[in-house]
């Protein structure tokens, strides 16, 4: 898939990846810093290059309803299309790419993560793994014919015709949702909210797994009313069944607000299950009960989770309750 295309001058490529449309001169890089215009074509200059890989538990992503209780094969690089002020993984998604990077081809990603014990399969995450779009889709294409599943934990800032792609050979995204204002998006991230919301239509209607993640910033995207229309739009748009999780925000980066009420989580938890089935709330140390999993229909505990150890408590083989036998999760 060519994901690029000549300017009138001849000289500029416009990169066709994600909303930026970035007009790249001979030399340069786009917004993200890692796709330049060489040899007359927009390469990746990070193909293969790693920030860090490591076994992680699923939860961690954080997807609840996927798989939950094992471990899976986490990857990242450097850079990122998004330019927040508050990013928590700001030292690899805004800092260039170090001389001595370790780098690892697909086929030794994927072997190592058949050898890894008790490993689901393969994610693409820590910085933003749209950018590294085709080693994400070379990897992932290994990993599905070895019988492995592929997650993806993104911004979701992505044009239509790449993001169909990647929903080919990826089985849960976890799309980070800023915020429910266009006018925070411009002015705390550098892009613009439509084409996240048109990337998690897309993805709920192609059938993969889907779960959102909302950071919630003291006095920036806090608010109940922005909680509700957030919550009642991806109700009606994905599916009250998608699982949002509030996280806390902490100090990072170039901002340098306190953290995050814990109350402030607390009531927009409540805000958001008037229109989801399941919300959790994360990042907040030593207060689990808001990341245990209920039936909807009959309340009870299916899955307790303490940090990330999780108990099965009434889920069925088929991921159904136990009890009522509604469908919990899907991917079981």
Avoid at 137 to 157: E, I, K, P
Wanted: glycine share 8%; net charge neutral; with cysteine.
């Amino acid at each position: 898939m060519q994901l690029w295309e000549k300017h009138e001058d001849e000289r500029r490529l416009r990169c066709l990846l994600c909303p930026h449309s970035c007009l790249i001169t001979p030399g340069g890089s786009g917004v993200c810093g890692v796709r330049v215009n060489r040899n007359g074509e927009v390469s990746l200059s990070t193909y293969g290059i790693i920030s860090g890989y490591g076994l992680d538990p699923i939860e961690k992503k954080p997807l609840y309803h996927f798989f939950p209780g094992t471990s899976i094969l986490s990857v990242g690089s450097y850079g990122c299309n998004l330019k927040c002020d508050f990013c928590q993984n700001y030292h690899i998604s805004q800092s260039a790419v170090p001389d001595h990077s370790r780098k690892l081809a697909p086929q030794e990603l994927v072997r190592q993560a058949l050898a890894a014990g008790g490993n689901t399969g393969l994610a693409f995450t820590y910085n933003e793994p749209v950018i590294w779009f085709e080693y994400v889709t070379d990897c992932a294409r290994l990993a599905s014919a070895a019988g492995l599943r592929n997650v993806m934990v993104t911004n979701g800032y992505i044009n239509r015709e790449p993001l169909a792609e990647l929903i080919m050979v990826i089985d849960a995204f976890n799309i980070d949702l800023k915020a429910f204002s266009n006018d925070f998006y411009r002015s705390y991230t550098g892009a613009t909210l439509q084409p996240v919301l048109d990337a998690i239509k897309m993805v709920a209607s192609s059938g993969r797994h889907l779960e959102i993640t909302t950071l919630i910033l003291p006095g920036l995207n806090d608010s109940a009313e922005e909680m509700r229309r957030e919550s009642q739009w991806i109700a009606e748009n994905a599916g009250r069944g998608v699982p949002l999780h509030l996280s806390r925000y902490f100090p990072m980066h170039k901002r340098n607000d306190p953290p995050t009420p814990v109350e402030t989580i607390l009531k927009l938890k409540e805000v958001a299950e008037e229109s989801l089935d399941f919300v959790y709330t994360g990042n907040m140390p030593g207060r689990d009960a808001g990341s245990d999993t209920l039936c909807p229909f009959c309340r009870a505990t299916v899955v307790r989770r303490s940090g990330y150890a999780v108990t099965m408590t009434g889920l069925t083989d088929g991921g159904r309750c136990s009890r009522c036998n509604v469908e919990i999760m899907k991917w079981m």
